[in-house]
């Protein structure tokens, strides 16, 4: 069982930027200390709330200070950014951490982006495939390049000397490529199967009902098969809004706390799905009026907490009713108490991930007999 860390971030408005991109850092340092295997963060240029404007910026500054977490990009919003930034900016920050980069993609979420960014009218899942497929084209060949789409064209034909490196956009560290990762949001996603069959790895969102991604493990298993490639107990991570504490009593009180982070987080994502008409993200039942998606029921479904022993029997409680992913993903959020927030990861790595790996291996045996 692996366990990795996923921030948008979400920050109360009223919180100094200074101090919430501090304990963004200090999370992800402590993270690598902890051993969470990888740590991503997202990026929007149109939301106080969502304050990293740039994921490449954000993991350059913890690319020193880290030792052996794999750091994410989660996501480069590709319709935002012109391929050959994305390509020379993401390969700068694969070598400076030598290899330790998943390169996580999108088309980008945010309709606030969209309108600044002036795609709201544009079909930005187009673009974003003819974004990635720039990219990796540039990673593969040698300049002078001649790509055209119907978003962006990319030449260095009439400025190019090689021989000197002018007109060559700089390569990976990792051949061919970083991994590529993408956030699933949808139920009965194909984006899942797509990706799956490319040999790119989805990460199921932590704002999804268990029901909704369940429907990902179907689509991950048949993308891979699609691919001819092996289906891999960690090629699907799944995330999940968590708070572990000493005892039952501080976890709930923090977890359910009307002015607290993770009540905090899901009122800012169920007012964007309410005026973006996506409600149907946090209905179990489709049928359900949408005045019955309230906060109170989307954080009692989509926050786990409580003590160690009750947060390992709900997550695999959890994994029995979604399918056996071995990839877990923590979402991050803000600390509002700053040693409640260390003490959750310190817990979540040191006392749930230990009991949920001897767990899923004493089922594994047993399957086996």
Known sequence: MRLGFFTMPVHPLDKPISISLREDREAFILADRLGFSEAYCGEHSTDIAENITSTVAFLASLAYETKQIRLGTGTVNLPNSHPVRVAAEVAMLDHMLEGRLNFGISPGGLLSDAEAFGTLDED???MFLESIDMVLKL??????????????????ARTLLAEIGQGCILKPYQQPHPPIVG???APFSKGVTAMAARGWEPISANFLMPAWVATHWKNYQEGCVKGGLPISPYGWRVARSIFVAEDSATARAYATDPNGPYVGYFRGILTKMRRGGRLNLFKEDQSMPDDAVTLDYVVDRLVTFGSPAEVTEKLLAFREKIGPFNHLIYAGHD????????????????????????????ALKVEAV
């Open 183 to 185: 956030t699933a949001v």
């Open 335 to 362: 600390w509002m108490d700053p040693p409640l927030g260390r003490r959750s990861m310190e817990l979540m790595a040191e006392k749930v991930v230990p009991a949920l790996a001897s767990a899923t291996t004493s």
């Open 139 to 156: 990673w593969e060949q040698e300049p002078p390049y001649d790509l055209k789409g119907q978003y962006w064209e990319v030449s260095t």
């Open 124 to 126: 930005r899942n187009a």
